[in-house]
Every structure is written in C-alpha cells, then in structure tokens.
C-alpha cells in the first residue's frame, strides 16, 4: 500500500524554467492538498482540492497552479521558478475535508532554484 | 491571526526519559489538536488527534490540551532512540479543512541519546 506518492524527489531548476510536480494517492480519498516546509517557517499550504473537479487557494498559491487530473492526482506547477520557491514540497490527502479527517503526508519534493 | 509557537530544539535527552514537547498558541478559535511525527527526508506522519482540554493516552503517547491557557503538550514516555525525530503540533479552526487547513508549529527536534 504505497499511500501518497510524489514524484520526482529531487529537482534541480534555473531561475525561469517552469516544473510540475506530480502527486497520486491510493486510498481513495477525496481530498488533496499541497504544502511547502522551509527551515523557520513550517508547513504551509499552497492549494487544495476538496474534492475531483474543485481547487482553491491556501495561504501562499503566488506563483504556482495546480491541476485536479483525476480523484487520485493532484499536481503542482511552477510556470516561471524564483529562487523564493527553493523548498520541499509535501502532497497530501484525506477522506475529505474538515477536523475529523486526518491527512496523510507523501515523502516529499526537495526543489532547488538556482 | 493563527500564530503557534514551537520551540525548534533540539532537546537531547538519554534512552527512557519521560519527554516533553510543547505548543502554545493565540487564536482561541483553534478547536482541533494534532500531533505529528516526521522523521529526516519523509513526510510527516499523524501520531495524535484530539478535540477536547484533557489527555488523551496512546500508548508510549499522551496529548494535553489546555484550551484555556492556550497550551497543549505532548509526553513520551519510555522514549526510544527511534523516537528521535521532528515533532509537529498542528491545529484546525471549528470550521476545519478548507482554506484553513492545518496550522502548523514549527517542529521540535528531538534526540534521544542510546
């Protein structure tokens, strides 16, 4: 049972260049969400999905775009990287939204933006 | 304003001490309480959830929560050297999920000596 499962693990990108970063989970949840985790600063979220077909905003979604492809994938995009983006990004999911619906975390992407 | 307060570490203690790892935090609408364990280059890993001010016991773990005084711990009892990890508190609003989503501490380090 693989859970959450990004891909890839390490990027290396140029200041400019565009990235998606891909999510899948198995557990047939329905909903996603996308994190970043830089040193000092903690989780924060970028975008989520409550559920296949809707996206919305977190609290940092500047400079980025994510994609709902089906109730299992939810990617990332960084259309034009800064070198502010440099950071590991988590993917997770849960049976959906609210309190009572813990999320399960991926492994994780390290991003470096030169 | 959701603000939480983690102190980063990292605290050192030898094989069988009694641990704790605290989070305090100032917006009192913070209803929901979570712990999570994330150990180095992996996600992070939901160990406890909880609602209510008292604890709540699993095994090795037990989560506080002090609702009036804004505070919530959580006690390792018996710690291993696999304990060694960062720790997490997280917290939700009543309305949960959503734009919302986890507010998280920073982590605290953690370090048991063998």
């Known amino acids: 049972n693989a859970g959450v499962t990004q891909t890839p693990k390490f990027q290396v990108l140029k200041t400019g260049q565009s990235m998606t970063l891909q999510c899948a989970q198995d557990m047939n949840h329905n909903s996603m969400y996308w994190y970043r985790q830089d040193p000092g600063m903690g989780l924060r979220l970028i975008y989520y999905?409550?559920?296949?077909?809707?996206?919305d905003k977190g609290e940092v979604p500047n400079g980025y775009n994510v994609s709902r492809l089906n109730k299992r994938e939810f990617s990332l995009r960084l259309e034009s990287a800064a070198p502010s983006q440099t950071s590991v990004y988590f993917c997770?999911?849960?049976?959906?939204?609210?309190?009572?619906?813990?999320?399960?975390f991926g492994d994780g992407t390290r991003l470096s933006i030169l | 304003q959701k603000e939480v307060e983690q102190d980063p570490g990292p605290l050192s203690v030898p094989e069988g001490a009694i641990v704790s790892l605290n989070c305090t935090y100032s917006?009192?609408?913070?209803?929901?309480f979570m712990w999570y364990r994330q150990y180095s280059r992996k996600g992070p890993e939901l160990l406890m959830y909880t609602y209510s001010s008292g604890n709540k016991e699993d095994g090795r773990f037990t989560a506080q929560v002090d609702k009036s005084s804004k505070y919530i711990s959580l006690f390792i009892r018996d710690s291993q050297p696999s304990d060694s990890a960062t720790y997490l508190c997280a917290m939700t609003l009543n309305s949960g999920g959503g734009a919302d989503g986890l507010t998280f501490g920073k982590g605290t380090h953690l370090i048991i000596q063998p």
């Open positions: 997770a999911s849960s049976e959906g939204i609210g309190p009572h619906q813990p999320q399960h």
């Open positions: 999905s409550a559920s296949e077909g809707t996206t």
């Open positions: 917006n009192s609408a913070f209803q929901y």
